[in-house]
């Protein structure tokens, strides 16, 4: 496929560490933060240079303690990391509770998106299946009375939106087929993911990128725009599942070795136990290995009427030639692939000549990616627009 064939490994591997922590990515390029310096510029540098002149030995067997040590860690990290893989796996088999009780996604939620993806769909329709959905009222509500888009009466009091109704009317039909999945798709995120807070912030970005990027190249490829969208949106349910369950089951197991080793009174495991924290080597391959396949399992158990998601996902897993795919499966590609291009570039993660290298790559004709440039993707023009 483009996405894979195109972006070499080293702009994949940056990329991740993106969505993981900014700063991890930047480092990955030797690049520091304000007022950052380097080890070898640092007072503790030369202190340690002057010592190893007077302290050679005293350090040499420090050193090879700490090592040691380090070691020991990173057995247990790896223990541990045994334990949270095979949860996580047996976990993802289920796909119902995964879906249900994971992404809190619900037959009502499908009906949803098939309602939207037909000509037919008008507020009376959507708000008879969207009231069902608790959560997604309370999110339409709150969306449309936020401060930039109240509105006032003649007297210049706020009107409050207080019926989902009013809402839908006030988002209109157009604006509602693009804020509705996306609200669905955002909610999926994971709330805490510590150390590592901008997880959710980053992958919302990207999966918004991907989505308008879709929707914007699916008429050159005679797709249908909304069908391209929601596509983009809901092929990273997979990401947002597994992301969601490492750092659930990162706490749970992390709890019960610690646990047991307070009760086997093993203050070695203890002690090494709380050195660690969620890790992002662990955490990358299983996003890598498995969020597709999670979104393809996913679609079929969703078994929507009106939209082709689970043909395109089989494809990107099968690693089908982009001159042999279906159209929808090439906007799919293209659109990650350009997201990908686009945050790298927004977060200064181009080093040299890597940047024209990049987009070189992209199959997306050039007066569409002219216009994609110029665009603000990752914000949700629904709400910029009311």
Known sequence: MVERLLAPPAFAKRFNYLLLAPELAKAMIGRR????????????????????????????????????????????????????????????????????????????????IDLLATPSATISKVEAIAVNIPWLVDELLKQVNQPQYRR??????????????????????????????????????????????????????????????????????????????TLALFSQLGRSAIIKLYFRLFEQVHLDFLRHAQKAKLRNLHSALVQLVPDPKRLLPLIDEHSDKAALHLFEYMVFKRVGYTSAMQQVLQDVLPEDADPLTQVLQQARYYAKYRMLKDNNLFLDDENDKFIAGCAIESDLLQKLHSQTLHLLPILTDL
Request: include cysteine.
């Open 33 to 112: 933060g304000p007022g950052e310096v380097s080890y070898a510029e640092s007072e503790q540098s030369f202190t340690r240079r002057q010592l190893l002149k007077v302290e050679k030995d005293a350090i040499k067997s420090k050193l090879e303690t700490a090592k040691i040590q380090a070691n020991y860690v990173q057995q247990i990290n790896q223990q541990l990391h045994t334990v949270i893989d095979k949860k996580l796996l047996q976990t993802l088999a289920d796909t119902q509770d995964v879906c249900e009780n994971l992404l809190n996604w619900s037959e009502h939620t499908t009906n949803l």
């Open 152 to 229: 006032r009466d003649a007297r210049g009091d706020v009107i409050a939106v207080d019926t989902l109704k009013t809402a839908l009317s006030f988002i209109g039909i157009d604006n509602v087929k693009r804020v509705i999945p996306a609200l669905i798709y955002k909610q999926t995120l994971p709330l805490i993911s510590d150390p590592f807070p901008q997880i959710k912030h980053k992958v919302w970005e990207y999966s918004l990128i991907c989505a308008r990027t879709a929707e914007a190249i699916a008429k050159s490829h005679k797709v249908k725009p909304f069908e391209a969208y």
